[in-house]
């Protein structure tokens, strides 16, 4: 189960806007789209991505994994086809939401709701060992995409990852999962939270999460870390010339952005099952803070070291720390809703970024100023933290 959960995340990737970036001067040059046009295509398609994926995702309660994750491969594979065949502006947009509803969205979502279920006692190890996936992929998938579009082209590429879906990942998926049944290992849900000698919550529902006011103290951090790092990256080429960042340089520092995430997840997930995500939930955002008052305070190709490793600490070990607060919190019964809501949140915030940051840019804020005033908002977002779940001994 450990192996299908991290093979599910990886092939998320897919539908990840590291991966997706690769794709895009290619977009823009065959269909004729200006930056603007395509940037705006992108942020519809994962808007519309992330309200979908709010009444989608809960269905992973009320059907079995195999038919679930059926009709995850079917939907991946359709978006790669439909870019494939992308020829318009029309097309596009089909294509990234697809691409994004099941990449993004659902892939993820479906292997971190079982980890969730499957693991009690070593939920965070579980977590963490899923979202390596996701680093994996930082560190593999940039070069297969430069490699598969030199060799045949930006469209032959997503019909080789349009098969690649159904013909390699499914059935290695499946026998996994079949697998995984038969073990009998058996991790006993226990019905007294040992750190805390308090019932543990069976039936928490959607309902529940919004009727609690330590929720939307909780939200901004929550979303703290995919708001920023997706606007980050994607006004990149703002603030590097300010910086005296090259992109070439910049893009070689994401190796260690890649390593970051991956260390921090695993380290993360070990601490959650020694911890709890409820202690350890006020912490997380701390390296994200130290990486935003830097950017915005100093200079020096050391910064851009120091920005992407303190980022992706914080984007790896806010992962596993997180998804176990909702379980912790809420109980298993109605993860899979819970999860739902909380994942199309995140897409909505990372749709709202670049649109928020691009408007501050064209109206003359500088790279400092902007990394100060995230960093207040990260300041700001852990206050609140200290009065949610978090103050829970």
């Not at 939907?75 to 994004?100: D, K």
Request: proline content about 4%.
């Amino acid at each position: 189960m450990l192996l299908f959960g991290m093979m599910t995340v990886f092939m998320g990737n897919f539908g990840q806007s590291f991966f997706v970036s690769w794709f895009g001067s290619s977009f823009q040059e065959s269909l004729g789209l200006s930056a603007t046009s395509y940037g705006s295509a992108y942020s519809i398609a994962t808007l519309a991505s992330g309200l979908l994926l709010m009444w989608i995702g809960g269905s992973i309660d009320k059907v079995s994994l195999e038919k679930f994750l059926l009709f995850c491969t079917i939907g991946l594979s359709l978006a790669a086809l439909t870019l494939w065949q992308a020829h318009n502006l029309t097309t596009l947009v089909i294509g990234l939401f697809l691409l994004r509803f099941f990449g993004q969205g659902l892939f993820p979502h479906t292997a971190i709701t079982t980890m969730m279920k499957e693991f009690t006692l070593n939920r965070g190890k579980g977590l963490s060992v899923a979202t390596t996936g996701v680093p994996l992929g930082e560190i593999i998938l940039p070069s297969i995409a430069v490699f598969l579009i030199a060799q045949f082209g930006w469209q032959q590429s997503w019909l080789i990852i349009a098969l690649s879906v159904p013909l390699f990942y499914l059935p290695l998926a499946l026998f996994l999962i079949k697998r995984g049944k038969n073990k009998k290992y058996a991790e006993h849900e226990p019905t007294v939270d040992s750190k805390t000698s308090k019932p543990l919550k069976e039936d928490g529902t959607r309902r529940t999460l919004l009727a609690d006011y330590r929720f939307w103290l909780a939200l901004p951090t929550v979303l703290a870390a995919p708001f920023i790092v997706t606007g980050i990256f994607i006004h990149q080429g703002f603030f590097l010339p300010q910086m005296g960042w090259t992109a070439i340089f910049f893009a070689n520092c994401f190796v260690f952005y890649g390593i970051a995430h991956w260390l921090s997840s695993m380290y993360a997930g070990a601490m959650v099952d020694r911890f709890s995500g409820r202690q350890l939930f006020k912490y997380y955002p701390m390296p994200m803070l130290m990486a935003l008052l830097l950017a915005s305070l100093l200079t020096g190709n050391w910064v851009a070291y120091a920005l992407l490793i303190l980022l992706g600490t914080a984007i790896g070990s806010g992962s596993p720390i997180i998804n176990a607060l909702w379980a912790e919190v809420y109980g298993t019964k109605h993860l899979g809703r819970i999860r739902a809501l909380m994942a199309s949140l995140v897409v909505i915030s990372t749709s709202i970024s670049p649109i928020l940051f691009g408007y501050l840019i064209d109206n003359g804020i500088t790279g400092s100023e902007l990394f100060f005033w995230l960093a207040m908002y990260v300041l700001l977002a852990m206050f609140f933290a200290f009065f949610s779940y978090a103050n829970e001994k």
